[in-house]
């Protein structure tokens, strides 16, 4: 099946300071890419959606100059957590979409950020 | 705005059950439903993806079911066994046009099979 990576697999930062996860469609073109945070033990929210080539549709409550979404490729979408605060310590996964075959969706492995 | 339940929230079996679990979405307009595992800590494991026009698919011991008329799907796990132990979840893909998708997930359910 097809991969999704995410880089890194978890992070720890100071507050205040900025962190780029990477989310890379391995062997296939993505359309879309969306990204999701998770807290624990609840299910993952929506967060973002984002095209290749345009700008990313966030969802109602998600702060659009606090988590910057570049979709620069095909097979590449970057989500930037900017100013990080302890809040914003959660599980991000990333899935990419294609529009070929079933439109199934493939996800990352996830990325842990934690803000100290 | 598309709901999707799990239903139960948490379920804990002896080994060798088998059991289902439900998920109902409240929009039948859905263009397919995917069943996914995640361990603790883990990311998402893809288990089965259902097309609207279908009604089941199969996977080994699983198997999916799809009643898109009555916003209902099930999971079927047979013969369950410890490493099944994982949270499920369900999750439908809408077209919400112009070329975008969206993936709604339910909140999931927690099995725990033991030994």
């Known amino acids: 099946g097809a991969v999704v990576s995410q880089h890194p697999s978890w992070v720890i930062c100071k507050s205040g300071t900025s962190v780029k996860i990477e989310c890379r469609s391995l062997?296939?073109?993505?359309?879309?890419m969306f990204w999701y945070r998770q807290f624990p033990k609840q299910s993952l929210m929506l967060m973002a959606t984002?095209?290749?080539?345009?700008?990313?549709?966030?969802e109602q409550g998600v702060e659009k100059d606090k988590f910057l979404i570049n979709h620069a490729s095909l097979t590449l979408s970057t989500l930037t957590v900017t100013s990080a605060h302890p809040e914003d310590s959660s599980f991000y996964i990333c899935?990419?979409?294609?529009?070929?075959?079933?439109?199934?969706?493939?996800f990352g492995p996830g990325t842990r950020l934690t803000v100290t | 705005k598309q709901e999707v339940t799990q239903i139960p929230a948490a379920l804990s079996v002896p080994e060798g059950e088998n059991l289902v679990l439900n998920c109902s979405f409240t929009?039948?307009?859905?263009?397919?439903l995917q069943w996914f595992r995640q361990d603790p800590g883990k990311g998402l494991t893809s288990l089965l993806l259902?097309?609207?026009?279908?009604r089941e698919q199969t996977s080994g011991r699983l198997n999916a079911s799809l009643d898109k008329s009555s916003g209902r799907s099930t999971l079927y796990i047979a013969a369950s066994q410890p490493g099944d132990s994982a949270t499920y979840l369900c999750?439908?893909?809408?077209?919400?046009?112009?070329?975008?998708?969206?993936?709604?997930f339910g909140k999931g359910t927690k099995l725990s099979v033991i030994p």
């Open positions: 984002s095209n290749e080539g345009s700008k990313a549709t966030y």
């Open positions: 062997d296939f073109q993505a359309t879309t």
């Open positions: 999750a439908v893909l809408l077209y919400s046009g112009a070329g975008s998708y969206q993936l709604t």
């Open positions: 899935s990419a979409h294609t529009s070929a075959g079933w439109h199934e969706q493939y």
């Open positions: 929009d039948s307009a859905i263009y397919n």
């Open positions: 259902i097309q609207s026009s279908q």
